[in-house]
């Protein structure tokens, strides 16, 4: 069958194995703290959505002033349509 299994009465209660593991000390590790985690994040955020805003910014500022432009050239376009019917009648 198997290996009998040798036990001494002292050493075998549940008593004398709890306290035997709970006796163990563990190894100090810095534990990440909840505040450092959510800016860690916030962090990486930041700085992900900067430049991602400020692309946006720039593509939308070009657009708004070639939106103004066009509307200028239509404006000079019927000043200049007018003048000339004005001259030539």
Not at 46 to 69: E, Q, T
Not at 78 to 87: G, M, Q
């Amino acid at each position: 069958m198997g290996l009998p299994i040798h036990r001494s009465s002292s050493d075998s209660t549940p008593e004398t194995v709890l306290a035997q593991a709970s006796s163990v000390q563990p190894i100090a590790q810095p534990i990440a703290q909840p505040s450092d985690i959510s800016n860690g994040i916030y962090l990486t955020a930041l700085i992900v959505a900067l430049p991602v805003f400020a692309g946006l910014g720039v593509v939308i500022h070009r657009k708004r002033r070639a939106a103004l432009l066009r509307q200028r050239i239509e404006t000079l376009e019927r000043i200049w349509r007018l003048n000339y019917r004005k001259t030539t009648s």
